[in-house]
């Protein structure tokens, strides 16, 4: 089984969010099933200096606007995964991030570098791709970036790869001006409601969605949400349509990196069996963090970006009441300016009991990971999300709201599953303040007068299968489905 696996970050060479994180660990889950599987990404500057071996393999013509780009190939730095990427400077080669530059203004090419990107991966599942001792079976296409790849494999290559396109995240659709249509030379007459038209302009995601062989989401609830349109951001018809054919397969974590009995970045190990080791990592994240050394004192966590999606300006008009209650809060996160501000003006207020962070600190994540004793993630709609799992590997209930992966992965704390020994956190009723706040109180009540009741609940999560060992197996079969004769 040979696999393109497409993406437009990757962990450890380029990340802005979990995109990343599972276009780096999924393809390793793959190879240990034997799967060759080969990522295919833009030549960042980050890329090129972090990958090993990196060497040309392929001079790409007729691309749009570029006409030639080189493809290289490099392996990623202890893994045996190999990465193709398109080298062209023009396109890729800039200060700032993969989508925006240095001020978070959006490139205004991104047309061109996505589109070039789904080509390449068409180019490259077809008859006439330049790489002669290797061609993919699957093209496995991640998001709207690569939501082209499906149409010009379909419409332009006549590929006989079968593709396969993942949602990650409905709110972000590619939508772009009809004026592209000619720039990344895609034949007009299907830019119809039967095709990639979408109110009037052109929807990379629209067009993966229409003709991928098949589509998966990273969870199963998020695969019956997007069919609604609460979930569905406009494509909900569309979806509805495919929605027997919809696949939601939850992500796994990365253990080698999400390990608390063997994370390098924590003062002292901990396991499920040793749970000691947690009281130490909760001291020093206080020190670290200038919070009150006090062992009891509940300490709540978050790791996030601080948008409206993850649900946390529910928290700010709770969080003094919590704090006279006895709580402290660890936060490192960023994002909307409001929100950024409302949680410095709760810090300033409480010295000693609350730390915001503004930015993103690889280390001190998993510090506030497994120094916590619980994390907040009231998200108001959530794919799949990560951090969950990493709070339950390590010991850290999460507190969470019912939908995608959240409802999927955390189990709520009741007589029924505590006894059933599969209670592991904590899950809202709706989403608002009010439920959050009932919801934190409920884990605060266990937390503060049961020690052995919380511990199974800690224990209950750590000795889940998180890995993405499981998760590989769902795609695998996805694979066969797709190359099974009929």
């Known amino acids: 089984m040979k696999v393109l696996f ?9 990340k802005t969010g979990g995109l990343a994180d599972v276009s780096g660990s999924l ?7 034997g799967v060759d599987v080969r990522l295919l990404m833009p030549g960042y500057p980050a890329v090129l200096n972090k990958l090993t071996d990196l060497h040309e393999i392929a ?9 030639t780009a080189t493809l290289l190939m490099g392996v990623i730095k202890d893994t045996q995964v190999k990465v193709m990427v398109i080298q062209s400077a023009s396109l890729y080669e800039r200060d700032g991030g993969p989508y925006a530059d240095a001020n978070g203004m959006e490139w205004l090419d991104n047309p061109v570098r996505f589109g070039i990107l789904s080509k390449v ?30 149409a010009y494999m379909k419409l332009v290559e006549q590929s006989p790869a079968k593709s396969m396109i993942s949602l990650h995240n409905m709110a972000f659709q590619g939508c772009y001006a009809p004026t592209w249509l000619s720039t990344l030379a895609l034949p007009r007459t299907n830019f119809t409601l039967e095709g990639f038209e979408y109110h009037g302009q052109l929807s990379f995601l629209k067009a ?16 019956k949400e997007i069919q609604t349109p609460a979930f569905g951001f406009g494509l909900e018809g569309l979806l509805s349509k495919r929605g027997d054919e919809i696949k939601g397969i939850l992500n796994g974590i990365e253990t080698d990196e999400w390990n608390p009995a063997t994370d390098e970045y924590l003062i002292a190990k901990y396991s499920a069996e040793k749970l000691a080791g947690k009281k130490l990592v909760k001291r020093a994240l206080q020190e670290r963090l200038g919070l009150h050394i006090d062992a009891d004192a509940p300490l709540l966590g978050i790791v996030s970006r601080l948008t409206h999606q993850k649900g946390l300006d529910m928290l700010v008009p709770i969080m003094q009441d919590l704090i006279d209650a006895g709580c402290q809060l660890a936060l490192l996160g960023n994002g909307d300016t409001q929100l950024e501000n409302a949680f410095r ?17 690889e280390p001190l994540s998993h510090q506030v990971m497994a120094g916590c004793d619980m994390f907040i993630m009231p ?26 992966g959240l409802a999927d992965s955390v189990i709520d704390t009741n007589i029924i599953t505590y006894k059933n020994k599969t209670a592991n956190g904590f899950v809202m009723s709706e989403a608002s303040s009010a439920s959050l706040l009932h919801c934190i109180k409920q884990a605060l009540n266990i937390f503060k007068n049961d020690a052995a009741a919380w511990r199974q609940i800690q224990k209950n999560g750590m000795l889940q299968n998180l890995s993405w060992d499981k998760s590989a197996l769902e795609y695998l079969a996805e694979y066969e489905k797709l190359v099974k004769p009929i």
């Not at 497409?6 to 380029?14: N, Q, R, Y």
């Not at 393809?27 to 099933?33: E, H, T, V, Y």
């Not at 699957?138 to 970036?145: E, G, K, L």
């Not at 998200?379 to 999460?398: D, I, K, V």
């Open 379 to 404: 998200s108001r709609f959530e794919p799949c999300g990560l951090n969950q799992l990493y709070g339950l590997a390590y010991g850290t209930p999460p507190i969470v709201n019912a939908t995608g």
């Open 345 to 361: 003006h709760i810090a300033i207020n409480n010295l000693g009991r609350v730390s915001v962070t503004i930015g993103y600190n």
């Open 6 to 14: 497409v993406s437009s970050e990757v962990f450890p060479l380029i």
């Open 27 to 33: 393809p390793i889950a793959l190879q240990r099933l």
């Open 121 to 150: 991966a068409a180019i490259l599942s077809g008859a006439n791709s330049p790489v002669k001792n290797w061609q993919p079976d699957i093209v496995h296409c991640n998001d709207w970036q690569t939501g082209l790849a499906p």
């Open 59 to 67: 001079v790409l013509e007729n691309l749009p606007v570029i006409n």
């Open 208 to 223: 993966g969605i229409f003709y991928a062989d098949a589509i998966t989401t990273v969870s199963p609830s998020y695969a």
